[in-house]
């Protein structure tokens, strides 16, 4: 991971506070942003008015939301992946033979990002969205691919962001963290037994290059009433590894 600016541009990074609280609150005003940010109400609307100027940001009644625009850019840096193009195709057919959430989650600045995610025909509403950035810890998704990291990027990551709880099984402890990763390194898949969203159960495999480095990983989410240990633990894996091998081949002969 790379190291902090010596010298950060701060107006730089106030638009970016910005932006990403305007995300959390899903939209405010001047005074609204200004009072949660902490930061005069002219300086908000300063950086507002450029970004809505800039059309990365659009008003409406009277609120600031972030814009369409940021699609463009998001949309182009997921087609230009190898790894979305070669995975798209397999990640709707998984879906479709499960009837479930099937996912594909890559790691940037030691946080998973959703890159792409199909909807089987009994899949349950989510609040996960294409470009939706979660704690590595929190998912099967982002254990498996944890366990094809050094110990040494783990320990980065943690670092880094912590591993704050979730919900109630959420790992939060180092040790249990790293316990959990060796014995995913050990049978080729991770799971996840609520420990991001209450009531709900995923298996992840990681999609790894020629040298073993992790590219993503792959997953099926679904209830636990239907994930029950039969399905979780034996079914669901099979189906989920399967195709973790044929995208990963198909990623070294493309």
Do not use: W
């Not at 800039?54 to 182009?76: P, Q």
């Not at 073993?212 to 997953?219: E, K, M, T, V």
């Not at 994930?227 to 081949?249: C, G, H, M, Q, Y």
């Amino acid at each position: 991971m790379s190291s902090k600016p010596r010298q950060p541009v701060q107006a730089a990074a106030t638009t970016f506070r910005i932006i990403e609280t305007l995300h959390e609150l899903n939209g405010a005003g001047v005074s609204e942003l200004a009072d949660e940010l902490e930061m005069p109400k002219s300086t908000v609307h300063d950086h507002l008015q450029t970004l809505n100027e800039a059309e990365y940001l659009v008003k409406r009644n009277g609120d600031y939301h972030v814009g369409a625009r940021f699609l463009e850019l998001g949309g182009f840096a997921r087609s230009q992946m190898k790894l979305y193009q070669i995975a798209s195709p397999e990640i709707e057919k998984l879906a479709e033979e499960t009837g479930e959430h099937a996912n594909l989650m890559i790691e940037e600045h030691g946080k998973g990002i959703f890159l792409n995610k199909a909807k089987g025909r009994d899949a349950v509403n989510l609040d996960t969205h294409i470009g939706k950035r979660v704690h590595l810890h929190t998912t099967a998704l982002g254990k498996a691919i944890l366990s094809k990291r050094p110990e040494s990027a783990v320990d980065e990551v943690i670092e880094r962001h912590g591993l704050p709880r979730v919900t109630e099984k959420t790992l939060t402890d180092a040790d249990e963290l790293k316990s959990q990763l060796a014995e995913i390194r050990e049978r080729g898949y991770a799971i996840d037994d609520e420990e991001r969203v209450a009531g709900m159960r995923c298996v992840a495999a990681p999609i790894c290059d020629g040298d073993g480095d992790p590219l993503g990983a792959i997953s099926v989410s679904g209830p636990t009433n239907r994930f029950n240990d039969e399905t979780f633990r034996t079914e669901i894996p099979k189906t989920v590894l399967s195709t973790a091998n044929v995208i990963e081949v198909n990623m070294t002969y493309s």
